[in-house]
């Protein structure tokens, strides 16, 4: 398999674990770490953050393994996929959806959709909490956005708009 392809299982594979890790693990026993990101917090960082250190370890491990011997490939492809993943998390979830650090705006109705999605997920500060527990595998059709309507509101709908 060529490395295209291990980077890009590599940012799949990451997708789902951070579902199953976020769902089970940081809403489970996790939750007094990972309850910080729930919080209202005038900080710059909270404690939740470690799980982004950690990750990105992970994926330095696995592109340095994988530069010590082209028959690693997999290995690098695969850290290469959980860091750009990571740079997507943090420039969406982060920046553009929590507005920390140096937040942006924009009107990309992807954008839009994901950041809706997540403010779902934030209306409870409860460890039970509300999906979608992913940053890009949810239903979209679930957060009615121009995105998913094609800039046109279906007949009977309200027209939405996420709040800046």
């Known amino acids: 398999m060529n490395l295209f392809l291990w980077i890009l299982l590599g940012f799949c594979l990451m997708e789902i674990a951070a579902y199953i890790l976020h769902r089970w693990i940081f809403h489970g026993w996790l939750w007094r770490i990972h309850r910080t990101h729930h919080e209202v917090s005038n900080s710059v960082f909270e404690l939740n953050d470690i799980f982004s250190v950690g990750f990105a370890a992970i994926s330095m491990a696995m592109m340095y393994y994988g530069l010590q011997s082209s028959a690693n490939q997999h290995w690098l492809g695969a850290g290469i996929g959980i860091a750009v993943y990571g740079i997507l998390y943090f420039i969406i979830h982060d920046l553009f959806t929590h507005k920390r650090f140096r937040p942006f705006k924009s009107e990309n109705e992807a954008l839009q959709t994901i950041r809706r999605a997540h403010q779902r997920h934030h209306q409870t500060v ?37 709040e800046d």
């Open 126 to 162: 409860e460890k039970e909490g509300f999906e979608p527990y992913g940053l890009f595998l949810f239903p979209y059709s679930k957060f009615n956005t121009p995105f998913m309507r094609k800039n046109k509101p279906q007949q009977g709908q309200k027209k939405t708009h996420v």
